[in-house]
């Protein structure tokens, strides 16, 4: 296992990479994107204090319910690159299986990838989201041909693709581009067919940043995101040159969409359980900064109170019923009912804004005008701020600001703004969910169910028809 | 265990009860309440036919979350007097079990009424809601000291009670009627902490029976609750005499919530297990409806009836969850997790009314204007009326005027409003819901996840604070 | 004008109208549509009472806002009967209007057909939506050729047209059938392009009424549909010749939503003030139970009540609005605001639901389980029921439980639901409520204050950019 | 009439401002405060560039709702700070005419602070909102007295003040601040009702500035607020002595809302004028950013936008209501009407956040990943990332990347989420909307209406009970 300095030193590899209009040369030292880097390198290094007999925990596949529980929480606390890095991984193992039957050139491949990245430490983000063009025409009706990534030339060796890949988080920071369709291709769409690894550092590659980290010469007020904030990837491929042996699909349109569909298991996952843990801090938040406010007793304030913990129960009872009605895959791993994922997932994120409004309303107005803790330090208003920021003798007037500036960073400034529009765009938008939830709920059951009551069957369940 | 017949013989037994405005003579007989009495007939005739060695298959107290599971199911076949029943017999058994401390002289009396019950094979319903009175005031300050059921007189064999119980399910139906209080009671409000098992045909027990039972000389159109309809029973306690050996409760204020708090338990499991199949049956209507209406590929159709899809699984998500975290009792009894259910009772009641407006919408309005079956057999008419209500050449008119019929009983007729009324008002009303939840919520938690993440905590999880 | 006898006499012509499977002879007569005849019989009179110099207040065109706003509320107090009349006439007089230049020909005959209504006192009635089968198809490639009301034969004098007209609110008890194309007709559908008016007692029609009456034998706990109730007809046109000069558009397809939007314009108009109306009843019933039952002081509740205000209040800003913003038309008459009147339309329609379930919420259970007021006259019960039934003694027992009946009545039994589905569906479903209020907002102009905002276009509108 | 560079020469008075821990010496050299002076300087030039004989078209009170409308209009695009002044000034002319009667002592001083401002043409903020300790405790019940604004010592010319007042938009960037009490004040808090006009630069004046100002060194991606933005303060006053002659209030207990509730009216309307233009804003780029990803007509995203018009519409609706139902109060000022004005905003608030999610759910993740102008310019990638930004051919890629920006800033960045909270908070909070729209309505009405439909009053108003 690398450590956190052996990790920078990876960057070192002539990457392009750009940020506000500027190409990077030194990752660890710039002034915004360095702290990405060291939050990486600080995952290295908790990842390898627990690991047991030099043994990543993070590596290997889940084969209980409890044990998807476990490592999806391991790669949660080990921060969002771990969590980027198992998601590919896991991807790739679940796609092996799918192809094994449908399009077993690969398997070796995917196979070889996997291991020579678990013997590495390397880490591999997930670029699937292509520019789209114009969202209501097929790749090949694009004005742009290269709306979609595709193969451009190819050789002997090797491919040559172009295109670009929107939304990849982290993608700057990691080692490997795990570039995969991001729908399904049919006949006639074959140059849009293609998977592959393509290091950070090809030729060809080039990344623009965008980040939501705070931009203040003083973050303390920014408590979340000045701490830990994740660029996100605008990744152009210019005619990258990829090697036969990185290429894991190459024309196989009926198999276009099983890296997504692969994909989206393992992000789903890790989606609704960050959902959970999410909405009991929302929840959390609500009732110490009604505590801090002397609100906590108040009628109305608790009712909404109590709604924000219902959501955040009932969130929580759709992970808990996809883990108790979690599926065994082809190669014996285990993964969530999609059922209950999709059905949690989607409200989770229906709800999310109105959450949010709950809190706001509770919490005021100093949300968003809570002096710095400059402010507070500051000779001549210092005392003054603390006392009016106070409100009663055992509510520290600067504890009082610094929750104001939690719930400011987390749901109302830059990142509570990356946070909203996340929330709802993870997973393919809203729309995508339900379509999905449909997809794998027993409508025939509850036909059946619906013709019994109705008297439309015979023999109904008993003396009574289930009503 | 008694056959349908012995059954209805058991009711010929002076009982007091009424019917808009009349003394029922015959219960059995009457044209409106017979149809009730021979439920309950196939009711018990359906369990003795479930029996494995002449036992009871309802009798018995779960042990795992699997039997629970499989308990809640069979009573909710045998029909709602079986299930009834059953939630009394379980309050009972889990006040013995509550009390066994506190006011350990009522649990030789509970064990004995319990024993003799089941012996005697008769059915127990459940009188908890008082009159009330002004809901602003407690018993002791109302207008009229009887607004709650309270001792008047009492001797040495006895007590004398007076007062009402409301909304009492299958009243008249029944043998004994289980009178507990309805909520807490306080130091002075000893006449009012009562619990007893009283006899239908007590002297002085007069029962004022209401129903959404059609009233159509034809109930064909009433497919639902022309089948099946439970009167709900005004029970008045005209002064009625109680011997102490049936007396469970009387002045000891502070258990007087024990069993309020016992029948919760049992009367929300089966509350949210109810609307988990009935949330199915919304979705089945409305796509069978759709079918027939030749909208079952239009996008807008399609969206209502995947957010009834995820409604629905919501809903049983959090029964899965209420079940995977069942507790289990001082006695062994095994219940279901308070968090779960009651959030999921209180997500299925919130969401009832648009999920019925999604039907309907979907539907069309001959919801309401269907014609009968008879108008489909007259012979002026009949074939009109059959061919116009056909939309297809695989859709016949009389199967979806039937559906129509049968979405009309369930939703907007005399049963559909019994529904959306009980729906909101079962377990207590929306508020107490929401009260319950939070009470079970881990606020603790939630609030050292908010500080956690706040950074107002040290030794957060690892190199993410967990957002 | 007609007095309410002379009305009754002319039923007695012939007319082909059934209920329940059979034939009804006598109108006047019958147990469930005798009320009908006498509830349309006293608008004849009411209305004949409010006449000035003999002329029926109800006649003529509106020429103002004021005036508009006046007259739909006269016709709103004359009974349905009365509205839904006007409502026709003022559909013919919009579509003549509408036709003048497109289809000329017709204009004579509109004419003519208004003038002789209204000099003959009759009662016209609106049947627009057909049978439609498969709703994914357009007329001609149905099935059933007779999907939508169509001219399957034509000679010298006129026409023979086949077809149903179902949810014709009142058909069976007018005298005339406007009928008219459900809506927009393309080239080779010309046989569907068909309006005219039909006698109720013409050859070949046919009428199946169907209605949310109650069945009772004591209506007094149906305190609104026990005194009003207004079946629904389901229209059958089993060939029916109709003359050339009924004839009001034959094959013009072009012109085949002429009439549909005349309708819609005088339908919503009235939809929207019933509306608001409605919202306030739901209103002060709400206070009403609340006083009545101790709870009008108690937070949460008057936050739903709250609620409830804030829809009502929204609601009738949308009429104002509507009203303010009227246009006039060609021939001079003023309409309401599309743009407002479906807006509100949409926003009354889709709460609608939600302020029922907090009615109930705040009324509790005994919406559904109030006694009869036969039950509180029984000497046995009857005082005793009005003893548990009064809260306090300044509530008296029978008028709570008619308080409850009501709720029952307008939104918890067979009219209650009658209410919530047709609330849905008047005007063609929430669907077509946002299509056509998309239809008639201003586009644009927010196109350009979104540009101007976003600094994509020149010249601002001062400092400020309008956010 | 000032021109704006004579406003900036006002500036260097001496105040006492503040900015994130350091005092503020030179205001309009500061790099984040001074564009905020220039904005101010703007808005003066513009109202002089307006006034008709040197008169500003800002001065004078309304007589009709058209001049109401006007002037509404007028100062929302002269900018915040003439907007806020225009609130003040209107508030100590209403206040003076409620104060006629009941404490006629302050009229003349009153009218002689209004003279004054409006011949210095000088700009007057509000303070308002107090620091206010614990929210479930009075003034004087708080463990700090001066946890509302209070007179601390007093001498034969005035009074000497303590306390902060907290939110206060542009407080540093006026002259005067008009300090009222938050609420009503009872006997025994005498102290607290205290109403003063003090300069920003009297001594022991310190306001703390927070701010939503975009802080990366290039604001081009920041097209709204990186244009306009206005600091809030944290105004305190640390014992400042008020000359008798402007106190406007000392201890009358029971006119301290009267300032209050004058403020209320004109911030209200303002703020639902601003809601209903917002709302316009947000269908606007939902459009447009619809139409450039190529999804106007795709159905789900239709029906999103139809959504999001109808919410406009209904809060515009709203705001003609209160304008045409407008007041005349005593002095001949024209006031909106509250009950609509209040239902308005509740609405316009509530749905916000659902709004937003309707927005972000089209746009899509670019709205927080679209790269910055400076990318787009970089020589290396510049051409690529509007290449992939472009979607067709007529979409250019600038274009479609300033759109995101502008959904970014507004609604998912540092002003987004001031605007979310701000949204909830402005005008006391969603719970006091809810109790003002409820003193306003008719309940009296309502409630009349509901006993006519129940049949509970005599005299129905007409054949129909009005259901």
Redesign the interface.
Known sequence: MLTGEQYKATLDDGR?T?F????VKDLPGHPVLGQVVQ?VA??YD?LASQAVDGVNPAAGVPRTPEELREKVELV?????MAHVNYTSIMTLATAAGRLATTAPQYVERLDEVVRTAQARDIRMTQCI?D???????PPTR???P??YVRVVDRGPDGVVIR??K??ITAASFGHELMTIPTKAMKPGEEAYAIAAVIPVNAPGV?I?N?S?A?????VRHF??SG??HFP?G?V?F?DVFVPTERVLLDGETEQAAVFAHSLGLWERLGGLS?MA??A??????A??VAEA???A????V??K???M??H???V???L???L??AETGALGAVFPSE??TN??K??GA?A???M??HL??IA????????????L??P??GS??R???????DVDGE?RT??F??I?D?????F???R???N??AGG???AQ??V??KH?D?D???????T????VEGA???????
Chains 1, 2, 3, 4 share one sequence.
């Open positions: 392009a750009y506000e209009g500027e190409r939050n600080d995952g908790w949660h606390t080990a921060g969002m989201t520019a789209k063009g114009d969202r209501s025409l694009q004005d742009d290269d709306a295109g670009a929107l939304h080039k623009i965008t939501y705070p931009r203040h010469p003083d408590p979340i701490q830990e996100e605008f152009i210019d960050s843990d999410g009991d801090v929302l929840v959390g938040l009732q110490l406010n002397g609100l007793r108040i009628g109305h608790k009712e109170i109590s709604e913990v219902i955040a129960t009932v929580r009872a759709c808990e019923a996809a108790v009605h059922l209950y059905a949690g989607y409200t229906t999310y804004n109105l949010v409004r706001h309303d005021g107005a100093a949300v968003v005008t809570a002096p710095t803790l400059a402010d330090e500051n001549e208003v003054l701020a006392k009016y920021m106070s409100t009663r003798a504890y610094r929750l500036h939690a400011r987390l749901t109302a400034d830059s509570g703004g990356w909203q529009v996340t709802v765009q938008g809203l729309y339900r379509i939830t449909r709920y409508m059951a509850a036909k059946h169910a619906a013709l009551v109705a008297g439309l369940r008993g003396p009574s028809r289930g009503v």
